[in-house]
Each structure stands twice: as structure tokens, then as C-alpha cells.
């Protein structure tokens, strides 16, 4: 046990601190550069800002280092009682019917509050796309960072297939999803032999090389102006608007948009929970249990005879696919899409949905996408600051639980009793 | 055949800058096994800081180009190998241990921080400068009027670019640092237990790899005149390209995939089309990873159960 750091090497450390900050920030902060007028460049000074900056570092060491020392030698075993982990298991089981609950009521409960309803369809979006993309990367273990591409495809197979040929959402909607499965299985085909770090960064290559397609083929996808006027969805048929043969004359109630908005968000969550159910029916099937093993072991994988070309085709197909769904829903409820919507900025968002909920657990993307999209909301005022706040946030995450926010796996399969697994003793991403 | 030998020389030029950057690609993925994914933002940090001190200097009255580029470079490298040195501090070397996609996606919120704290600090907006180093060679004419023209900043860069390239090989085959380097590679354990200060030699690792970075950014700056803050992702990407298809962990290789992927580009721009040369560039990537993962020079890795 090492001798606990004294006031003077505690301040020692944070003045280095702030020294490495002066340095590092002196130029990019303390000067400010704008292109003027004429084209000429021109600066101006930012002192006040360097040294508050620099003060803040100051700060923030010494009381990062107060709080090692209290907290103890990071990863330290922490005990927890008994009775607070039946507790918790106790609260664990109910949270999530729970959520379902109160999310079929959201509508009921806001049914005046555009906003909310509005943040809540977008939210449920990044819910599903979070479970998509946790069949690739939470259960095949297969990193994906190209996953914005197949929820383009799905938004642009319904955009453009709606605007061309006037089909309908219900027939466009399985159609995305087949054409996001397929360019899935296009991709997923040469990237079987790659793993870990060279599997991401050839899907990240895929992610962008679609938006880049996107932009430069302007006859077929309008290039940076996108597609406009994509119709809305009907319900099964009959439009939601204030026409004689609308949904609202049909029922003889009084027309409102908010009607739109409620079958947006029903039909979100719908589908949402389709991918739910289809991922835990996945999982106990085979072809998901193969999945998981081929997470924990891929040379186990093989010599135990599971096919793995199989295996991860599956999982990028069924993965796209959700995207696909997503991305039709996306553009439905947009009414207007553009290759803007398709960055990699929102590949490593859902991503870092899927790591934050614990790379695997359901119910832990639905909360991280909570977490992640709500917290976007409160940063929109402070645009510029967001992606800077949420690049910190994907650091400090890794650093401080780089397993998520539910580490623990229960078992799929087992013997007599179900008994989680923290998944620090699971070897992840080595096969 | 003019037009080709022109192109040839502007691929060249702009593969040095893409090797430079590379190299630091190259060096991490050998010794900690990790992609940093921040490294391409690294050299626009590089070429904003040249950006400022060039600015700077130039209101203070300095008029003699040559000081002033060597003041920049200098102030640039440094400055940048700091934000490297700290960039491994805060976000690698906490997770050194942990599984292996965390370093990965550590390094992608590392890029978010530093792509959105340079737009933040210094706008969204392009910086242009006035061309800096004018002037340059007629190398050929030919009867239908075509010039095959070798600019000053073309000789600089590539010039820069080679001597640079040597200064590193002496230090990697034949400095203590390199030594320890090349050990760290094989197996840091064992290094560590012969009494190499691994944790050392990492930080020296990204050190080295920013400041190479900040040249890139400072040879791409006088290079095409200008900076943005969203400079670094796409020539990240061609960098970490030409890193694989030089195969990763090879200091030479990277500099070869740098020019073969410059003069890749330079050509699909003037023989196809400008709007596809990303696509093309990011095509060569896969295909390289898929048929030749092991790279031109690179070693076949050996899969450990």
C-alpha cells in the first residue's frame, strides 16, 4: 500500500497539469484567428479565456486527486451487501416492464406536448437502432462503425421507391429492410476474414463510401439537396389528414396533427419492440447462440465445427436489416432526407449507444439511448459544444466503465440456474 | 504522357504528406496494437498551431522566410508532440489493459474532442494564407504548350519529407529508444522485465508520431494554403489506408503506401473523377485489407489461441 500523496504533491501535480494546459491551449486558445474581409487572415488575443481554462485544469487536478484519495486505488473490488444486490436484482427485474409501460403511456400522458413526443419518437429511433446494431456488435461481438450506412439504404429505398413509383410505407417498409439485409450480406461477404480493429475500419470505409455514393450520384438521390416530399405513412391504408376518407372522418372524431405524431411514435415502438423480440427469440435459437459464442471465441467457434462465414453473415444481415427499418421509418417521418443525416458522427453515436448499455444488454441500450439522446437534448442550446461533450463522454466512459453501464451477462443457456457473469471475466474481442 | 509525368509529381507530393502521417499510424499499431483513430486530427492540430505561430510571426515584422519556417516547424512539432503525449496520458493509457475494442472507441471520442475542440476554439470556417513559398521549375515543354511545372513548396515537401524519413530510421534501428521501441513491439512483458520503461517508450511513441504529424500539417498548410478543422478525418483515414497497404508495423512500408496512395488518388482525379477519388481511396483500403491484410512489407500475424 503506497503512502497516501501528501498537500504538497497534490499541488505539485495539478501545477504540472496546468503548465501541460498552458502549453497545449496557449496557441489554439489564447489566439483566435478569422479570415477577414478581403480573404486576409487576422488574429486577435484570448488571454481571459487561456487563463481560465488553465485554472480550471488546476482545479479539477486537485480535486481528482482528492477524490483517488478517498475513493480508494481504482479497480479495487467493491463490496456490496447482500442485501443492497437482492435489492438491486429485485428493482432489476421490474425496471423493464416497467419502462414498456410508461412508454406505451407516454402519448397519453404528453398527448399536448409536441416537443416531448417529438424527442420521444427520436429517442425510440435510436433505441432501435442501438438493438439493431447490438446483433452485430452486443451478441456477434463484430465491430461495426459503418452501421449509419444501412439505415441510409433503408431511408433512401423508401424515399426514393415512394417519390418514383408511389408506393406505399407497408410495402416499402420490408423492402428497406431486404435491401439494407442485402447490402449487409454485400458487405459482410469480404469482411469475414478481418477481426477487431481492421473489421471496423473497413465498415467505417463501407459507412462512408454509400454517403459519398449518395452525394455524388444526383440523378437518382438529388446528391447534397437529398429527396423532398416523401409521403407520410398511412394507417394501413388510410391517410392521417384532414381529408373526408382520413382516419379521423373514418372514426368521426376531430382532425388534429397530433394524430400523426401518436401513430409516428405507436409505430416507432412497434417496431422497436420487433426488433427486441426478434433479437431474444435470436438468442435461443441456435444461430444465436452461435453469435455469442462467436463473441467469445472465434477459434473456439471453429474448432467446435460452428460455421462461422454463416454466423457472421447472419448477424451483419438481421443486424442491417433493423437499420433498414429504422431508416424507412426515418425518412416517413422526416419527409425529408439528405446525406447530412448519414455521417459517421451517427454511426459512433449509436455505437456508443451499444457500449454504454453494456455491449449485449437489451434493456441497457434502451437506457444508454435514453441517457445519450436526452442528454443531447439538454446540450442543443450549446450546438458546438455537444459533439465536444460527447466525445469527452465516450473517453471518460471507456476509462470509467469501459463494459457499460449493465456489465453483467446472464447466461443464455444453462444447467440448473441462471447465474450473471460479470463481464470482466469474459474475454472479449481477443478471437 | 506530359499530363502523366505532371500528375506523377503532384502524387508524389501529396503521398509524402500522407507517409508522414502514416508513420505515426504505423508506429502505434506496432507497439500497442491499437488503431488511434485521433492521429489524423493530431495533423490538423499540427497545421492549425503552424497556422497561428505563422501568423503570429508574420505581424511581429519577420520577413525572412526561411527563419520563420523553421521557427514554425519547430514550435509546431513541439506543441503537437505535447498534445500526443497527452492524448495517450488521458486516453490509452488507462485502458491498456482493458478489452480490446476499448482503446478503439476511446480513440474515437479522443477525435470527436479534438475535431470539435479546434472548431469551438478556432471557428468553423477555413483558414486560408497567402502562398508562402513561390516560384519553381520548367522541367519540359512540349510543342502543344503543355508545362510540366516543379514547384519550390513540391521540392520542399518532398525534400523535408525524405530527410525526415532518414532522422527516424537512424532512431528506430539505432538509438537506445528505437531499441526499446523494436522491444516493445515483440512483447512488452518481457521488455518490461529486461528493464525497458514501457510506459516510456509508448508515451515517446505518440510523441514521435504527433510531431511527424505536425510536419505533415505544416507541409499540407503551405502545401494547398489553407486549414479546417475537418481536415483530419478524411486524410486520417488515407494515412491509416496507406498504413495497411504498406503493411502496418513497417516504417518503410508506411512511406511507401503513402505514395502509392497520393499518386493513386492524384490519378483517379485526373483520369476519371475528382468527386470519386475519396471512394476510389477508401476502396483500396478494403480491397487491401481483404486480399493483403499483411500489407507490401508488412509481416503475416500469427494467431495465437
Redesign the interface.
Known amino acids: 500500500m503506497k503512502a497516501k500523496p501528501g498537500v504538497p504533491s497534490i499541488l505539485k501535480t495539478a501545477f504540472v497539469n496546468a503548465l501541460?494546459a498552458l502549453?497545449?491551449f496557449?496557441?489554439?486558445?489564447g489566439?483566435?484567428?478569422?479570415?477577414g474581409a478581403s480573404?486576409?487572415?487576422t488574429?486577435w488575443t484570448r488571454f481571459g479565456e487561456l487563463a481560465s481554462l488553465v485554472a480550471a485544469v488546476f482545479g479539477g487536478s486537485i480535486v481528482i486527486e482528492l477524490l483517488r484519495q478517498w475513493i480508494g486505488p481504482s479497480g479495487a473490488e467493491k463490496l456490496v451487501p447482500p442485501a443492497v444486490k437482492s435489492g438491486m436484482s429485485f428493482i432489476g427485474r421490474y425496471v423493464a416492464p416497467a419502462l414498456l409501460i410508461f412508454t406505451l403511456l407516454v402519448p397519453v400522458i404528453f398527448y399536448n406536448q409536441r416537443y416531448i413526443l417529438d424527442l420521444a419518437i427520436l429517442v425510440l429511433t435510436y433505441v432501435m437502432l442501438g438493438w439493431g446494431l447490438n446483433v452485430v456488435v452486443g451478441l456477434a461481438g463484430l465491430?461495426d462503425?459503418g452501421y449509419v450506412a444501412f439505415y441510409a439504404v433503408g431511408a433512401y429505398s423508401y424515399a426514393l421507391l415512394a417519390t418514383n413509383f408511389g408506393w406505399s410505407f407497408w410495402v416499402c417498409l420490408p423492402l428497406a429492410g431486404i435491401l439494407a439485409a442485402f447490402w449487409g450480406v454485400l458487405l459482410g461477404f469480404?469482411?469475414l476474414?478481418?477481426r477487431?480493429?481492421?473489421l471496423?475500419?473497413?465498415t467505417?470505409?463501407?459507412g462512408?463510401?454509400i454517403r459519398?455514393?449518395i452525394?455524388?450520384w444526383q440523378e437518382l438521390t438529388g446528391g447534397p439537396n437529398g429527396v423532398s416530399g416523401i409521403p407520410r405513412p398511412s394507417f394501413f391504408g388510410i391517410p392521417l389528414d384532414n381529408s373526408d376518407d382520413g382516419l379521423a372522418a373514418w372514426l368521426h372524431i376531430e382532425y388534429s396533427t397530433t394524430h400523426r405524431i401518436v401513430f409516428l411514435f405507436y409505430l416507432i415502438l412497434a417496431l422497436a419492440l420487433l426488433t427486441n423480440w426478434a433479437t431474444i427469440r435470436l438468442r435461443r435459437l441456435p444461430i444465436g447462440r452461435a453469435w455469442e459464442a462467436l463473441r467469445e471465441d472465434e477459434?473456439a467457434c471453429r474448432a467446435l465445427g460452428i460455421n462461422t462465414t454463416t454466423t457472421k453473415l447472419t448477424a451483419f444481415a438481421t443486424g442491417a436489416m433493423f437499420g433498414g427499418f429504422a431508416g424507412a421509418f426515418f425518412a416517413t417521418r422526416q419527409g425529408f432526407i439528405s446525406p447530412e443525416s448519414f455521417t459517421?458522427?451517427e454511426s459512433?453515436l449509436v455505437?456508443?449507444i451499444v457500449?454504454l448499455g453494456g455491449m449485449g444488454s437489451q434493456l441497457g441500450v434502451a437506457l444508454a439511448a435514453l441517457t445519450m439522446i436526452g442528454g443531447f437534448e439538454l446540450f442543443r442550446s450549446l450546438e458546438?459544444?455537444r459533439?465536444?461533450v460527447?466525445?469527452?463522454?465516450?473517453?471518460l466512459?471507456?476509462?470509467w466503465r469501459?463494459?457499460g453501464l449493465i456489465g453483467h451477462r446472464a447466461p443464455t443457456v444453462y444447467l440448473t440456474k441462471a447465474q450473471a457473469i460479470s463481464s470482466d471475466l469474459v474475454?472479449?474481442?481477443?478471437g | 504522357m506530359d499530363y502523366f509525368t505532371q500528375q506523377l509529381i503532384n502524387g508524389l507530393v501529396l503521398g509524402s504528406i500522407y507517409g508522414l502521417i502514416a508513420i505515426g499510424y504505423t508506429m502505434v499499431y506496432g507497439i500497442v496494437g491499437?488503431?488511434n483513430f485521433a492521429h489524423g486530427d493530431v495533423f490538423m492540430?499540427g497545421g492549425?498551431?503552424a497556422?497561428?505561430?505563422f501568423?503570429?510571426l508574420i505581424?511581429l515584422g519577420l520577413t525572412a522566410i526561411p527563419l520563420i519556417l523553421l521557427v514554425v516547424l519547430l514550435?509546431s512539432m513541439a506543441?503537437t508532440a505535447?498534445?500526443g503525449w497527452?492524448i495517450e496520458r488521458?486516453?490509452y493509457r488507462?485502458?491498456r489493459h482493458?478489452?480490446?475494442?476499448?482503446?478503439?472507441?476511446?480513440a474515437?471520442?479522443?477525435?470527436?474532442?479534438?475535431?470539435?475542440?479546434?472548431?469551438?476554439?478556432?471557428?468553423a470556417?477555413?483558414?486560408?494564407?497567402?502562398p508562402v513559398i513561390t516560384g519553381g521549375y520548367t522541367l519540359h515543354e512540349s510543342a502543344d504548350g503543355f508545362v510540366i511545372q516543379l514547384s519550390n513548396i513540391q521540392i520542399i515537401v518532398v525534400i523535408t519529407t525524405i530527410v525526415l524519413l532518414a532522422i527516424f530510421t537512424w532512431l528506430v534501428s539505432r538509438t537506445r529508444l528505437g531499441r526499446d521501441m523494436r522491444a516493445c513491439e515483440q512483447d512488452q512483458t518481457m521488455a518490461a522485465l529486461l528493464g525497458v520503461d514501457v510506459d516510456r517508450t509508448i508515451s515517446m511513441t505518440f510523441v514521435i508520431g504527433a510531431a511527424l504529424a505536425a510536419v505533415a500539417g505544416l507541409m499540407y498548410l503551405l502545401y494547398y494554403g489553407l486549414v479546417d478543422f475537418f481536415m483530419g478525418?478524411v486524410a486520417g483515414?488515407k494515412a491509416?489506408t496507406a498504413a495497411?497497404l504498406g503493411g502496418i508495423g513497417s516504417l518503410p512500408g508506411a512511406m511507401l503506401g503513402g505514395l502509392a496512395i497520393g499518386l493513386i488518388e492524384t490519378l483517379w482525379s485526373a483520369y476519371f473523377s475528382v468527386?470519386?477519388k475519396?471512394?476510389a481511396a477508401?476502396?483500396i483500403?478494403?480491397v487491401v485489407?481483404?486480399f493483403m491484410?499483411t500489407g507490401l512489407l508488412g509481416r503475416p500475424e500469427v494467431?495465437k489461441?
Not at chain 1, 460527447?390 to 473517453?395: D, E, I, K, S, T
Not at chain 2, 482493458?98 to 476511446?106: D, E, V
Not at chain 2, 479534438?114 to 471557428?123: D, E, H, R, W
Open positions: 501541460i502549453v497545449l496557449s496557441l489554439m486558445v489566439i483566435r484567428t478569422e479570415a480573404g486576409q487572415l488574429y465491430l462503425l469480404p469482411v476474414r478481418l477487431g480493429d481492421y471496423a475500419i473497413v467505417l470505409a463501407f462512408e463510401i459519398l455514393v452525394i455524388n477459434v459517421f458522427q459512433a455505437l456508443a457500449v458546438t459544444y459533439m465536444l460527447f466525445g469527452m463522454a465516450m473517453v466512459i471507456m476509462i469501459p463494459r474475454k472479449e474481442g481477443h | 491499437m488503431i492540430i492549425f498551431i497556422l497561428i505561430t501568423l503570429i505581424s514550435v506543441i505535447l498534445y497527452t488521458i486516453a488507462p485502458l482493458s478489452f480490446r475494442l476499448a482503446p478503439m472507441l476511446s474515437i471520442g479522443m477525435s470527436f474532442v479534438l475535431t470539435n475542440y479546434s472548431q469551438v476554439a478556432q471557428g470556417r477555413v483558414k486560408p494564407i497567402p478525418f483515414i491509416f495497411v468527386e470519386y475519396d471512394v477508401f476502396s483500403l478494403i485489407l481483404i491484410p494467431e489461441v
